[in-house]
C-alpha cells in the first residue's frame, strides 16, 4: 500500500516510532543526511532521539543535517529562530559537529544568494536521505503555503495571517511575516520522506493531504506522488482517514 502508513496509540508512541525510523536510517548509513522540521509535532522525536543517543549510543558523528525553514529578518541567536530551537531541543544534546548542521540564514543581506547557497549546500552533501516533516492546518509543508509552485525550491515566502497565529500560539509574540524555506521541489527530491502529525485538530488537513486531490491549495497533497513517503499519526489525527487503513 502507498503510502506507508502507520497509526500510533498516542503521541508518545508516535514518537517512538519515528525515532525508531530515524535510528535505523542512521545505523544503516552512519553519514545519513537528515531533513529537520521544527514546530510542536518533531519535539517528542527529537526527545526519543537524545535519549537514544545517550542510552544506547546512536552516533551522529558523521550525520548531517538541513532544516526546512528559518525565519527572515531575525538573527540565529534571537529565542524566536529556528537556530534556536534545533540548538536548545536537540543539537546540544547530540555529538553532531556544528559544521554538519545547517539552517538557512534569515539575517542574510543577499537573499537569492543564501537561497541559491542552500541548494547547493543540499546537493554538495549528496541530498536529503530522509526529511522528516509536520504538517501546517492549512496543508503547509515548511513554509511553503497553498499556491506556492511544485517546482519551487528554496526560497523566501511570505506566511499566511492563519500560520502566523498558529506559530505565535507556540512561539510567542512577534513571529516574522517572512521565512526562508526549501522548496516544495526541494521537498519532494528527498530519497524518503517521515510525514508526522497528531492530534484532533490535524485530522482534517491530514485526510486531505492524502485522501484528496493533488492541488496547491493543500502543498502536503504532493506528497502522494512521493514513493518513499511514511506518515505516522496517532489515532485522533487519522480520525478521517478511512479507507487508507
Ligand atoms: N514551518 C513549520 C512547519 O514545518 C511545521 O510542520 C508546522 C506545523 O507545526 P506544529 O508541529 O507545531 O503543528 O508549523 C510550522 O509552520
Not at 544503516?28 to 529537520?36: A, F, S
Not at 552533501?125 to 499556491?147: K, M, T, Y
Amino acid at each position: 500500500m502507498h503510502p506507508e502508513l502507520i497509526i500510533a496509540e498516542d503521541y508518545q508512541d508516535l514518537s517512538r516510532k519515528a525515532a525508531l525510523r530515524v535510528a535505523e536510517q542512521i545505523k544503516k548509513k552512519p553519514t545519513t543526511v537528515l531533513g529537520l522540521a521544527t514546530g510542536k509535532t518533531p519535539l517528542g522525536l527529537y526527545r526519543e532521539l537524545i535519549r537514544l543517543h545517550q542510552e544506547e549510543g546512536l552516533d551522529f558523528s558523521r550525520v548531517k543535517t538541513f532544516n526546512l525553514d528559518e525565519y527572515y529578518g531575525i538573527s540565529s541567536e534571537d529565542k524566536r529562530s529556528f537556530h534556536y530551537y534545533m540548538w536548545e531541543n536537540l543539537f546540544k544534546h547530540l555529538n553532531i559537529p556544528r559544521g554538519n548542521i545547517h539552517l538557512p540564514d534569515g539575517g542574510a543581506q543577499d537573499i537569492e544568494e543564501e537561497c541559491r547557497r542552500y541548494e547547493e549546500a543540499i546537493r554538495e552533501a549528496g541530498g536529503i536521505d530522509l526529511q522528516v516533516l509536520g504538517i501546517g492546518s492549512n496543508g503547509h509543508i515548511g513554509f511553503n503555503e497553498p499556491g506556492t509552485e511544485w517546482g519551487s525550491l528554496t526560497h523566501l515566502a511570505q506566511l499566511t495571517p492563519e500560520t502566523i497565529k498558529d506559530n505565535e500560539e507556540e512561539g510567542g509574540e512577534g513571529i516574522p511575516g517572512f521565512a526562508l524555506t526549501m522548496g516544495i521541489k526541494t521537498i519532494m527530491r528527498a530519497n524518503r520522506i517521515l510525514l508526522l502529525a497528531y492530534g484532533e485538530s490535524k485530522a482534517n488537513i491530514i485526510a486531505r493531504a492524502l485522501k484528496g486531490p493533488v492541488d496547491k491549495s493543500v502543498p502536503a497533497s504532493i506528497l502522494q506522488l512521493h514513493p518513499g513517503l511514511v506518515v505516522i499519526v496517532d489515532k485522533e489525527a487519522a480520525k478521517f482517514l478511512g479507507s487508507l487503513t
